[in-house]
């Protein structure tokens, strides 16, 4: 059996690590990213995110990837998504939902509601939006029991950090969501679980460092008791175990990477 998975943020960083991993493991993946570059216009978000080119990337890997423009914060831009897999591969069994920004930089009573409002659309109501095109499609599906959804939450969804409260606040919110969610499909074989990175290699992390002023993100590992960076292909092979059929007793985990 092949397996089928949508992946969102899938253009850089986490996302497009667990793209190739799971494609390594011999799943077919719809790679999704909203791709807005440098000129995204959302408030406080004050580094470049993912372009096209990088989503292209991915092609190197064949016909195992469809690459895919959407929005999170668009519900029939991500069904459009579903539909690729449902008619390109014919099931769709697996969603990581991986897009997400960071801002902050203040006090949280100095945070602006319209910052505020873009971690709320993209990071949570994302993840939620991907949930809800996902899901059906996995519970009608030809075998709900092997099928998973992934949200990528953070350390700061269990505990607070330093003038990034807006930021916390959402991933504490995604923790919140899986764990609902997880809930609701006890008895359906469909699980959902949080797998929450520590400080890893990439431009969100390179952008969280510049707003402590450090110049090497490496600074940022203090409390890890890896003491060290982890790179996005070391967070994608958990997910991937998250992702799998065996990954199933895993329902309503929250998998913190790096203590």
């Known amino acids: 059996m092949t397996r089928v998975a949508l992946v969102t943020g899938a253009a850089r960083g986490i996302g497009a690590a ?3 991993a799971l494609v390594d493991d011999g799943c077919r993946v719809v790679a999704v990213d909203a791709c807005l570059g440098e000129d995204h216009g959302l408030p406080g ?3 470049p995110l993912a372009t096209r080119d990088d989503l292209d990337l991915l092609g190197s890997y064949g016909d195992a990837i469809i690459t895919h423009v959407a929005d999170v914060r668009d519900p029939d831009g991500l069904g459009a998504a579903a539909d690729l897999a449902l008619e390109r591969w014919g099931r769709l069994d697996v969603a990581v939902a991986s897009a997400a920004v960071m801002a902050g930089g203040r006090p949280a009573w100095e945070t602006t509601a319209a910052e505020l409002e873009v971690l709320w659309a ?3 109501v994302g993840v939620w939006n991907t949930a809800g095109v996902a899901v059906p499609h996995m519970l009608a599906g030809p075998d709900p029991a092997s099928c998973r959804f992934v949200a990528i939450a953070s350390a700061a969804g269990s505990r607070g950090l330093f ?4 930021y916390t606040a959402a991933k504490h919110a995604v923790i919140g969501l899986v764990r609902g969610l997880a809930a609701d499909l006890v008895g359906t074989g469909v699980t959902a679980v949080a797998v929450s990175p520590g400080a890893t290699r990439t431009a969100m992390l390179d952008a969280t ?3 402590y002023g450090l110049e090497d993100p490496a600074d940022l590992v203090g409390d890890q008791l890896t003491r060290r960076l982890h790179e996005p292909a070391e967070v994608a ?3 991937v175990h998250c992702c799998s059929v065996a990954g199933g007793l895993l329902n309503g985990s929250v998998i913190e990477l790096g203590g």
């Open 18 to 20: 667990t793209v190739r």
């Open 45 to 47: 978000v004050d580094y």
């Open 122 to 124: 993209v990071d949570v």
């Open 163 to 166: 003038h990034l409260a807006g």
């Open 209 to 211: 460092a510049r707003l």
């Open 237 to 239: 092979a958990t997910i």
